[in-house]
C-alpha cells in the first residue's frame, strides 16, 4: 500500500524568505506525484504536478526517487502563499484517479 | 462553466439521524470520487465512481456508509445513523476520466457536523 508523509504540521516563514514543504512517499512502483493547495475559504485545487516539470506560481517540485520525496519549494514566499498544501500520490496501472493525500502542511507567511 | 457542486455546504445533524450529501460533477466528467477531511486524519479517499458503477469502494468506513451515482452524473453519499466521529468535511470531486494523471477537480465539501 502507498504511503504519502508531510512531517510538519504547520510552517512559518517571513515574506520573502525561502521556503520548503516535505513530502516523502512510499510507493514500490512509479507513482505520480501532486501537490494541492487550499487557499482560505476555497476549495482544493492542483498546484502542480510532477510530469509536468512546471512551475506554479514560482513553486516547483522535484521528484527523487532515490529518497523517495517530492518536496516543495519556493525561493521567496508571499503572503498570499499562505494556505494549507497537501502532497498526493496517485499509483501507477489502474488507480485510475485514485489519490492517497498527505496530512497537510499550513504554511503561512508573515508580512 | 461550473466546477463541481456540493449540497448541503453545511449540515449539522443529532447522533443517530441519517443524512444524505449530494454532488453534481463537472458535466462530461466520467469519474466520480468522495473524499472526507477531518481533523488529524488528513483527506482520506472514500469511493470512486466510473458511470455508476463504483469499481472501488474500499475506503467507506464502516456499513453506515453507502454512495449512488444515476444518469452518470449526480452521486449521493448516505451516512446511517451519524455518529459524531462522522464529523468532516466531505469532499467530492470529478476527472474527464478514470485514468492516471488527469486532472481532478474538487467541489467546495460538505461540512457534517454530528452533535
Known amino acids: 500500500a502507498q504511503r504519502v508523509t508531510q512531517p510538519e504540521k504547520l510552517l512559518s516563514v517571513f515574506k520573502g524568505a525561502p521556503v520548503e514543504l516535505k513530502c516523502n512517499y512510499s510507493y514500490s512502483g512509479s507513482p505520480e506525484l501532486f501537490w494541492y493547495v487550499q487557499y482560505s475559504r476555497q476549495r482544493l485545487q492542483l498546484l502542480l504536478r510532477h510530469i509536468s516539470r512546471e512551475s506554479i506560481k514560482g513553486f516547483t517540485a522535484d521528484l527523487n526517487k532515490g529518497e523517495t520525496s517530492f518536496h516543495l519549494k519556493k525561493p521567496f514566499a508571499q503572503e498570499e502563499d499562505s494556505a494549507m498544501y497537501y502532497c498526493a500520490l496517485e499509483a501507477g496501472g489502474t488507480s485510475y484517479g485514485k489519490l492517497t493525500f498527505g496530512q497537510g502542511t499550513i504554511l503561512t507567511v508573515h508580512p | 462553466g461550473a466546477g463541481v457542486s456540493q449540497s448541503p455546504s453545511n449540515k449539522v445533524t443529532e447522533k443517530g439521524k441519517d443524512v444524505e450529501l449530494r454532488c453534481d460533477p463537472i458535466s462530461g466528467h466520467t469519474a466520480l470520487y468522495w473524499y472526507r477531511q477531518s481533523l488529524g486524519q488528513g483527506l482520506e479517499f472514500l469511493i470512486y465512481?466510473?458511470?455508476?458503477?463504483?469499481?472501488?469502494k474500499s475506503g467507506l468506513p464502516s456499513d453506515r456508509f453507502s454512495a449512488e451515482r444515476t444518469g452518470g452524473s449526480v452521486s449521493t453519499l448516505t451516512i446511517q445513523r451519524t455518529q459524531q466521529e462522522d464529523s468532516a468535511v466531505y469532499l467530492c470531486?470529478?476527472?474527464?476520466?478514470?485514468?492516471?494523471?488527469?486532472?481532478?477537480?474538487f467541489g467546495e465539501g460538505s461540512w457534517l457536523t454530528v452533535v
Open positions: 465512481f466510473q458511470g455508476n458503477s463504483a469499481p472501488d
Open positions: 470531486a470529478s476527472t474527464l476520466a478514470g485514468a492516471s494523471g488527469n486532472t481532478i477537480y
